[in-house]
């Protein structure tokens, strides 16, 4: 026998996470998309949305270190994760090295593609400090731009490579 | 070459670029306001319907739901529209496409207002619907408007064309198709309306002249233009795409009738089901040469899909037309052209306006007419080439050029044409189906919206309370680096510092009427602005400063924070000033320069581009691919050199799409596809192989316009360059885009001995 009316189960759990370093609690049902916590429940913009299919890498973010578009990750499925947003990648006082890059070589133009591609490739580097063009390719083929051609992000990868993770000009 | 290391200090951080890394800046679809209602629209399931009914009862019983709005809630006009208004906000009696509004509702939250929309009761009659240009010229068709089916129809001519044919050595007649290009701005349509405690309404949603909107809107509620204010930068990707109404008329409807602030976002489907499209043409044209290659007459007849409404469809009609004659001199000339309605959508403006299909067809032309005469492809467009001085090609006075020549020049000396000549075939042995070859095309583009459209400019400059020199124009920031270009040039060429300006944008309670940010003019805009603005703005610093400080007539100069004395002496700081008199401000407005005679089309200032390619194609596969392109771009003085090159390259990179892989295809009026996973752009795999732009910077002596608008020559010349260098590698002359594979696939010579044994 079904004890539960469809609104009770919906009405449904909480989420216990961490994002960007702080513990949070969200009122989710079994459909929540990550995608939606993060914009709608914690007011984290910096996260796009654009497809919601997994196409186009807007909604990028990185759970327990791994690149994942929250727009195709259940909420319920994060629990207990550590999640970073594009607001959680840069230290107290610099940017990210892979921010840094973008920032100096204009690897962005409207910028609505920018947090998910910097969340991708901040990960890619961070597995990978040297990637090759193949390999470039093969990570951030999930990441659409329709302003810029890919010529300033490559151009900010490449520096971001250069760079080796630090993000200090002067250093 | 133009690169970081090339352009030196001038390669610079943007203003807008740290919170763009950092996410941190805010677009106007990631607005919210307590309280915040959802926005949703209900588009008709039909390409063409006579309404017979609607019932909202069922859907405003939904709890929740706060309102259930159709056509009889508009207060003001119930129709928009940039140049003609005859789209319905709310459709009354007919639909004309799968994205007409017909209801819109406001709920609490997303599930309500999902159910309100399932529960409104629409009962339509089905028309036959028209989805083609062809079908809607029958003369027994059923007519979307009360004039036809007919927005625009344009026929100028030269001469005698046909007489000419009968003198021509060679003659090439062909015709061309183009597709139905989707912008994909990355940040789909939506925004924030928040009705004020002073019974305004503010309205936070990206377009690309916010100024108009607020026209419009003004009309559809029913309210003086003042009670309305336009927030519209920053925005994620527009293209053109954004430049007409989308989601405003109902987001400000439903906040004014909830009073409560109301947010929309499309989400990818209905911005592909509701948003318009570059508009599919089948372009015919005969042009013969004589035996030295000279044209001696061209016929060119352009059919474009306009869609459901207006919109820009006439002046993109307007613009092939001029585009489809590109930078080469004619004897005789004969073209004509219509932009006709079909329940296809909504076509209207997109990067290129009409560009990119008729340089296509033209640039096809030459480079047949070269292969029937033997002549070299490049030397047979540099025979015909205008000259600095030469009229328009409507025979309309220009502001004199020679950029056609100068980047005609540039691309001849390129490596990649270089490499051509020296008809270098990179063949690898063990894969004899992958076939490269070289391609090249030119195009000149006018600048400004030409003849028939208002085009005003204009800006303010001031100094603000707090001592910031502020700096307004009524442009928005859709990614171009509009903010970048202003800033760099208000450092470069008017001294003024960085540290004491405030850029003033995307705000019509805070910007003076500038025109549109389109048609690549913005830049020239501000230019001639500033050129009149700042000197006059200096002067009224001066004064105060020397009246301030009981200071002799004499030269001052503007220093960082404040005006000083020849010497370096400070004078008074910024803000002492702005705290001690009257308020200075200048303002200005002036139009986009126009030509003072011809027909039509009236473009003025131009610029020219010339691109060289080499492509690989794959005969197993039909796949084409990008190897190496070379770009040189006539534009003047380069404004901010980051911005040019990612203008040329992005600009390049929806070209290459419009090329190979994108065409919103429509069966009988509905789009075959809803998302990005059906509709290919683009991606960094496509893109990551070598790319080189030139700028062209020299311009006629004395020359008053400054750096001219490049942000859509970039993606005209693309196509035609990429359809040469796919017949210079297989043989096969490719007429209709994108270039469909089939095409290009060939049996392999093992595979076809195998089955037909000698
Ligand atoms: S929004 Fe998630 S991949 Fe596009
Ligand atoms: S910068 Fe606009 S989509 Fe990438």
């Known amino acids: 026998m079904i004890d539960q009316t469809w609104a009770e189960r919906a009405a449904g759990s909480k989420l216990e996470c961490e994002v960007n370093g702080k513990a949070v609690s969200a009122e989710i049902t079994p459909s929540t998309r990550l995608l939606s916590v993060i914009r709608e429940d914690l007011g984290l913009t910096g996260t796009k949305r654009s497809c919601e299919i997994g196409r186009c890498g807007a909604c990028m973010v990185l759970v327990d270190g791994k690149p994942v578009n929250s727009c195709l990750t259940m909420a319920y499925q994060c629990s207990g994760k550590k999640i970073t947003t594009i607001e959680g990648l840069a230290g107290e006082e610099m940017l990210h090295p892979v921010q840094q890059s973008f920032l100096e070589e204009g690897g962005y133009q409207c910028g609505y593609c920018t947090p998910g591609m910097i969340i991708s490739v901040a990960a890619m580097l961070a597995e990978n400090p040297k990637p090759s063009m193949e390999q470039i390719e093969e990570h951030m083929s999930g990441n659409l731009c329709r302003c810029t051609g890919y010529g300033g992000i490559l151009r900010s990868i490449e520096r971001a490579i250069e760079r080796g993770g630090q993000s200090d000009d002067r250093g | 070459m133009l690169n970081r290391a090339s352009s030196g200090s001038r390669w610079r951080e943007r203003p807008d670029g740290r919170g763009k890394v950092t996410g941190e800046l ?125 927005l625009k129809h344009i026929q100028y001519s030269k001469g005698d064309v046909e007489e000419a044919f009968g003198r021509c050595a060679h003659i090439v007649e062909q015709t061309y198709k183009t597709p139905r290009q989707m912008h994909v701005y990355m940040e789909t349509e939506g925004g924030l309306f928040v009705p004020e405690p002073d019974g305004r309404l503010t309205v936070y949603s990206p377009t690309q002249h916010g100024l108009k909107d607020r026209v419009q809107i003004a009309n559809i509620l029913a309210v003086p233009e003042e009670n309305i204010r336009v927030l519209s930068s920053p925005i994620g990707g527009s293209f053109g795409g954004k430049d007409e109404l989308n989601v405003q008329p109902y987001g400000a409807l439903l906040a004014q009738r909830t009073g409560r602030p109301v947010r929309i976002h499309n989400s990818r489907a209905e911005s592909v089901r509701a948003g318009i499209k570059r508009h599919p043409m089948t372009i015919r044209m005969k042009t013969g040469i004589d035996s030295a290659g000279r044209i001696l007459a061209h016929k060119v007849s352009v059919l474009a899909d306009t869609g459901a409404y207006a919109t820009l469809g006439g002046e993109v009609l307007t613009n092939a037309l001029e585009n489809s004659l590109g930078c080469y001199v004619y004897e005789n000339l004969e073209i004509e052209g219509k932009s006709v309605f079909t329940n296809n959508g909504v076509s209207g403006e997109f990067r290129g306006f009409g560009a990119n299909q008729a340089i296509f067809a033209l640039e096809g032309q030459m480079d047949r007419l070269a292969e029937l005469s033997g002549i070299d492809p490049w030397k047979l467009r540099g025979i015909n080439l205008r000259k600095e001085n030469d009229p328009g090609a ?35 042995p063990d894969k004899p189906w992958i076939k490269t070859g070289y391609g090249s095309a030119i195009a000149m583009m006018g600048t400004g919206l030409g003849k028939g459209i208002p085009d005003p400019g204009g800006g303010r400059i001031s100094l603000a309370p707090d001592g910031q020199i502020e700096v307004a124009f009524s442009y928005e920031e859709f990614g171009q680096g509009l903010l970048a ?152 003085p380069v404004a901010n050199p ?25 069966k009988d009026g509905r789009y075959a596809f809803g998302n990005l996973d059906a509709y290919l752009i683009p991606t960094i795999v496509d893109q990551s192989k070598s790319m080189r732009v030139e700028a062209i910077e020299e311009v006629p002596e004395g020359d008053p316009y400054g750096p001219r608008g490049i942000g859509e020559i970039g993606s005209v010349t693309l196509a035609p360059a990429i359809a040469q260098a796919i017949w210079n590698a297989t043989g096969v002359r490719v007429s209709e885009l994108p270039v469909d594979p089939a095409l290009l696939q060939k049996s392999p010579q093992y595979l076809q001995e195998a089955v037909q044994p000698k």
């Open chain 2, 642 to 666: 980051q911005g040019f090159l990612g203008q040329i390259e992005g600009a390049s990179g929806m070209a290459l799409g419009f090329t190979l892989t994108e065409n919103a295809v429509m």
């Open chain 2, 394 to 428: 409507y025979g309309q006075e220009i502001y004199p050029t020679d950029g056609a020549r100068q980047v005609w020049r540039a691309v001849l000396a390129s490596s990649l044409k270089q490499e051509e000549s020296r008809n270098r075939q990179d063949v690898i």
């Open chain 2, 485 to 636: 270009a202003l800033e760099l040039m208000l450092i470069e060429h008017f001294g003024l510092f960085e540290e004491d300006l405030r850029l003033v944008i995307g705000d019509t309670d805070r910007v003076p009427e500038s025109g549109s940010s389109t048609a690549a003019r913005t830049t020239t805009m501000m230019w001639l602005a500033l050129g009149k603005l700042v000197p006059e703005f200096k002067g009224k610093l001066f004064d105060a400063a020397r009246e301030r400080a009981r200071l002799p007539s004499g030269q001052l100069t503007l220093g960082q924070g404040g005006i000083r004395l020849e010497d370096g002496t400070p004078v008074c700081t910024f803000a002492e000033l702005a705290a001690s008199g009257e308020p200075i401000v200048c303002e200005m407005s002036t139009a986009f320069p126009e030509s003072p005679n011809g027909d039509f089309a009236n473009r003025f200032l131009f610029v020219q581009a010339g691109t060289a390619v080499r492509v690989e194609v794959n005969e197993l596969t039909g796949r084409v691919r990008l190897l190496d392109q070379y770009h040189a771009v006539a534009g003047g």
């Open chain 2, 26 to 150: 805010a677009y106007l679809t990631d607005r919210y306001a307590e309280g915040s209602l959802i926005g949703r629209i209900l588009r008709s399931p039909h390409p063409f319907a006579r309404i017979k009914s609607i019932d909202t009862e069922a859907a405003k019983a939904v709890p929740g739901v706060l309102a259930v709005l159709t056509h009889e809630d508009v207060p003001g006009v119930n129709r928009f529209g940039i140049v003609i208004q005859d789209q319905p906000v709310l459709c009354e009696d007919v639909v004309r496409y799968v994205g007409d509004a017909v209801a819109a509702v406001a709920a609490e939250t997303d599930e309500a207002a999902e159910r309100a929309l399932g529960l409104i009761r629409v009962e339509y009659e089905v028309y036959e619907t028209i989805s083609s240009p062809e079908e809607a010229l029958r003369p027994d068709g059923r007519k979307l408007h009360p004039d036809g089916n007919v």
